[in-house]
């Protein structure tokens, strides 16, 4: 039954995106600052587990650093073991039985306070991504946005998804179509959106009714705290949402294989989806469903330029989409394809504007890069750039960035010439890497555009309405911008989502996205 709160929320207003800060605003910029100086005051704390609203110290730690200073040390996290992810098996299914009869308005209220205590606390919430995972001011202020963007989405759909469907009249029966929670979720988000993704997974499974179990990325497990801390002080009941830092290896693939398990809500690499996706799939003894994996995996995306398209504005959204956060986006644009035409000249505005990026620790403002996340990250992209230097024709960067913190910074690299088929063209670096491909004609750009196994973001600049119109036919990704860059999708603006080995095409943010989480019951009453 609802609660006399959930009686008393009245109609709600209309979603609206959570405004980004303006920095450059004096109160702003030291709202900031004060926000990093708090954070900084915190680092190198022990953090526990939290299973069933118990906190628990295993005396086995997962350490999070700072890739702007290796040596830092952002915090120590208890570290789960099988034993640690049972018992919040344990606690999840009993929260589950209450959870889920819980009035999906009543469930709504606990968001959307949610969303009003992350406002309250953006700039310190921004402040630990910039610390721990190496975000610009910009970059964590938007990833910010959209965690509470998410929570003000997400829970206006429960309230929406609450109300009757409408069914077709059938004479001499009551006929009602409700969705239903489906149990015991795994929410494994990705460290490049370590708080906006983290959220918009773990509310949409708890919004719906679900209980959750979060296993957050090892490299960014201090703001994944942050976020089980503000529920833990909404009041959340225990056990709804459990914080299980551990080995993907072993604790992440005991509870995917668990027989309990009902869905997995995973943003990450093609390699790891897909050994979810295959473990998820595997009946175990005692399990009566088939398990609901949700898999957004990354992409390979292409910005093309035609021969008549505004190359100011093309070369602003290539740098903007390629070298923003390091091009650590799973919508980074990491593959130029541009009309041999126009070709030498995008490339040079591309450079002009390149050049000027300001590198360095992001703590500092005027920083536009700055470190990619952490060691493997950083040896891996280094490798791509010496094949891309047989590849094709380095023409800035390649290089690490020297800084007196020794941290890990890669300078923004673009290379030119490159044949469509190359590694650098196919697979995904994940970092700060620009492949400059020629085009013969725009329908040979878009048969490049389509040549990988993604479909993940891409975009399209032109000034003819025709070719507009066959890229929005023919250009094979799940979300696609025309005459903008491929980066930055809205919440409840751009629903977001790939095809092929980019994922489910989960459409997150999206009118779609809480289906995933539920299933439909439908209720039929002779009268």
Not at 174 to 182: A, V
Not at 187 to 206: C, D, E, K, R, Y
Not at 364 to 373: C, D, I, L, R
Request: hydrophobic share 40%; charged share 25%; glycine share 8%.
């Amino acid at each position: 039954m609802p609660t006399a709160a959930a009686e008393k929320m009245g109609a709600l207003s209309e979603f609206r995106n959570e405004p980004f800060t303006d920095f450059s605003v004096a109160e702003n910029e030291k709202a900031m600052n004060e926000a990093l100086k708090k954070v900084r005051s915190q680092l190198g704390r022990q953090y526990p587990l939290v299973i069933g609203g118990e906190h628990i110290e295993t005396g086995d730690f997962l350490v999070s650093t700072n890739p702007a200073a290796p040596e830092q040390i952002i915090g120590k996290f208890s570290k789960a073991n099988k034993d640690h992810a049972e018992k919040a098996m344990d606690s999840a299914l009993k929260a589950f039985e209450s959870w889920k009869k819980v009035c999906p308005k009543e469930r709504a209220q606990y968001i959307f306070k949610a969303a009003k205590v992350m406002r309250e606390r953006k700039h310190e919430l921004s402040a630990w991504l910039v610390i721990e995972i190496g975000k610009s001011w910009a970059e964590a202020d938007g990833d910010v946005a959209e965690a509470i963007d998410f929570c003000e989405y997400y829970a206006r759909e429960m309230v929406r998804l609450s109300n009757p469907a409408p069914l077709v009249p059938s004479a001499g029966e009551k006929n009602r179509l409700q969705y239903i929670p489906l149990g015991v979720g795994l929410v494994i988000p990705p460290w490049n959106f370590p708080l906006a993704i983290l959220v918009g997974m773990t509310v949409a499974s708890i919004v719906a009714g679900n209980t959750v179990i979060l296993k957050p990325s090892s490299d960014t497990p201090a703001i994944a705290y942050q976020f089980v801390q503000i529920m833990e002080e909404l009041g959340l009941p225990k056990g709804v949402l459990n914080f299980v830092p551990g080995p993907g290896a072993s604790v992440g693939d005991y509870l995917v294989g668990h027989p309990k398990t009902r869905f997995i809500a995973f943003t990450g690499s093609k390699e790891v989806g897909l050994h979810i996706n295959e473990l998820a799939a595997k009946t175990q003894p005692g399990q009566i469903w088939i398990k609901r994996v949700v898999a957004e995996m990354g992409g390979k995306d292409s910005i093309v330029v035609d021969a008549d398209a505004n190359l100011d504005a093309a070369a602003e959204g290539i740098v903007a989409a390629a070298f923003g956060f390091q091009g650590q986006k799973c919508s980074a644009c990491s593959r130029a394809i541009v009309h041999k035409d126009v070709y030498d000249k995008v490339l040079e505005k591309v450079l002009e504007r390149a050049k000027k990026i300001t590198i360095g620790s992001t703590e500092e403002k005027a920083n536009f890069m700055g470190p990619v996340a952490s060691k493997s990250a950083f040896e891996g992209i280094l490798k791509y750039i010496e094949i891309g230097k047989k590849e094709g024709r380095v023409v800035l960067g390649g290089n690490v960035h020297k800084t007196p913190e020794n941290g890990f910074f890669i300078e923004p690299t673009i290379i030119a010439d490159i044949d469509p088929k190359a590694r650098i063209a196919q697979e995904e670096i994940f970092g700060p890497v620009l492949a400059f491909i020629k085009a013969d004609s725009w329908q040979n750009a878009l048969e490049i555009a389509n040549n990988t196994e993604f479909g993940l973001t891409g975009a399209a600049y032109t000034a003819t309405r025709e070719k507009l119109d066959q890229a929005a036919d023919e250009f094979h990704v799940g979300n696609l911008y025309l005459n903008r860059k491929c980066t930055g999708a809205l919440v409840g603006v751009h629903p977001f989502g790939g095809f092929n080995m980019s994922g489910t095409d989960s459409k997150a943010g999206g009118p779609d996205y809480l289906l995933l989480f539920t299933q439909a019951k439908v209720v039929s009453e002779k009268v």
